[in-house]
């Protein structure tokens, strides 16, 4: 991703940033955006993460354990394969636009992932850059923090660090209390965004974020979709990483590029339980994805 201070931003026809947020990204390395999703979509998103993670418990069960974590934390990735609304969500013509604005004319959805934080007892997130944990070249890429329903400091929204996108990727630690890693331990509180439901929060993965813990008796429900430069690369391998699919080609979106018969009943995907939890990888010596990085 080219450095939110000197994005090409694209004349489509109709644009989702305004020139309000676009200086606010330049500046601070996010924003929160308009409405996006009616409430309805968000609910059957929200409806499909809460099945899946049913189907990790199921299977966890068999270890002695559930899914949400010793953090307090669950996660799901590739939700936009395993169920239909999310698809909607993270590779349909609003976030597809959404990303081509940010980024430029050649776009692909790079990563997404489910997060749940469990009620009274989901940890919080120490402050990190998404690029800590993934990085790819250029290193720089979209993160956009979507909420399932209202957050605010009492459920576990995020902090973020203005400007910080311009210190360069930082030292990242790992945490001594969670699988986490820590880029930053200094005493900038950053700035807590309440987000409402529909809204999101978009932001450079140099930006340094947080979220605390989620003290309410609810769930607390986020998508976290990420996109890169069609060109990017692993710097690992100089090939692609992540999702990988296209949603904007030559400065026109193309979304949802996923066959319609690749997603099973109620939206999860073939091989439910190996897809949807890693678990079988880990059982039968595969390297399973890490946990984090997304809050």
């Given at each position: 991703?080219?450095?939110?201070?000197?994005?090409k931003?694209?004349?489509?026809?109709?644009?989702?940033?305004?020139s309000?947020?676009r200086?606010?990204f330049?500046?601070?390395?996010?924003f929160?955006?308009?409405?996006?999703?009616?409430?309805?979509l968000?609910?059957s998103?929200?409806?499909?993460?809460?099945?899946?993670?049913?189907?990790?418990?199921?299977?966890?069960a068999?270890d002695?354990?559930d899914?949400?974590?010793?953090v307090?934390?669950?996660?799901i990735?590739?939700?936009?394969?395993?169920?239909?609304?999310?698809?909607?969500?993270a590779?349909g013509?609003?976030?597809?636009?959404?990303?081509?604005e940010?980024?430029?004319?050649d776009?692909?959805l790079?990563?997404?992932?489910?997060v749940?934080k469990?009620?009274?007892?989901?940890?919080?997130?120490?402050?990190h850059?998404?690029s800590?944990?993934?990085?790819?070249?250029p290193?720089?890429y979209l993160?956009?923090?979507?909420?399932l329903?209202?957050?605010?400091?009492?459920?576990g929204?995020?902090a973020v660090?203005?400007g910080?996108?311009?210190?360069g990727?930082?030292?990242?630690?790992?945490?001594?209390?969670?699988?986490?890693l820590?880029?930053?331990?200094?005493d900038?509180?950053?700035?807590t965004?309440?987000?409402?439901?529909?809204?999101?929060?978009?932001?450079?993965?140099?930006?340094?974020?947080r979220?605390g813990?989620?003290?309410?008796?609810?769930?607390r429900?986020a998508?976290?979709?990420?996109?890169?430069?069609?060109?990017a690369?692993?710097?690992?391998?100089?090939?692609?990483?992540?999702?990988?699919?296209?949603?904007?080609?030559?400065?026109?979106?193309?979304c949802?590029?996923?066959?319609?018969?690749?997603?099973g009943e109620?939206?999860?995907g073939?091989?439910?339980?190996?897809?949807?939890t890693g678990?079988?990888?880990?059982?039968?010596?595969?390297?399973?994805r890490?946990?984090g990085?997304?809050?």
């Amino acid at each position: 991703m080219r450095s939110a201070r000197n994005l090409k931003w694209q004349q489509a026809i109709k644009m989702l940033v305004t020139s309000e947020q676009r200086e606010a990204f330049e500046r601070d390395g996010y924003f929160v955006t308009d409405k996006l999703f009616t409430d309805e979509l968000l609910d059957s998103t929200a409806d499909d993460f809460e099945r899946l993670r049913n189907i990790m418990d199921a299977e966890r069960a068999e270890d002695g354990g559930d899914s949400i974590n010793i953090v307090g934390r669950n996660f799901i990735w590739d939700m936009h394969d395993k169920s239909s609304a999310a698809r909607q969500l993270a590779v349909g013509e609003t976030m597809s636009q959404l990303a081509m604005e940010l980024i430029g004319d050649d776009v692909r959805l790079y990563w997404d992932q489910a997060v749940t934080k469990a009620p009274r007892t989901g940890g919080k997130f120490d402050w990190h850059q998404d690029s800590g944990y993934y990085p790819i070249v250029p290193e720089e890429y979209l993160t956009i923090w979507l909420p399932l329903h209202d957050v605010n400091e009492h459920n576990g929204t995020l902090a973020v660090m203005p400007g910080s996108h311009r210190w360069g990727l930082q030292e990242h630690k790992k945490a001594e209390d969670s699988p986490d890693l820590v880029g930053y331990d200094g005493d900038d509180p950053g700035v807590t965004i309440d987000v409402a439901k529909g809204h999101a929060i978009a932001m450079s993965s140099m930006c340094l974020h947080r979220s605390g813990p989620n003290q309410s008796d609810q769930a607390r429900l986020a998508y976290v979709i990420q996109f890169c430069p069609s060109f990017a690369i692993d710097p690992n391998t100089g090939g692609p990483r992540g999702a990988w699919i296209e949603v904007a080609r030559g400065g026109e979106v193309v979304c949802d590029q996923l066959p319609e018969g690749e997603l099973g009943e109620l939206g999860v995907g073939n091989s439910t339980k190996q897809q949807v939890t890693g678990i079988n990888a880990r059982k039968s010596g595969k390297k399973p994805r890490p946990l984090g990085g997304r809050v």
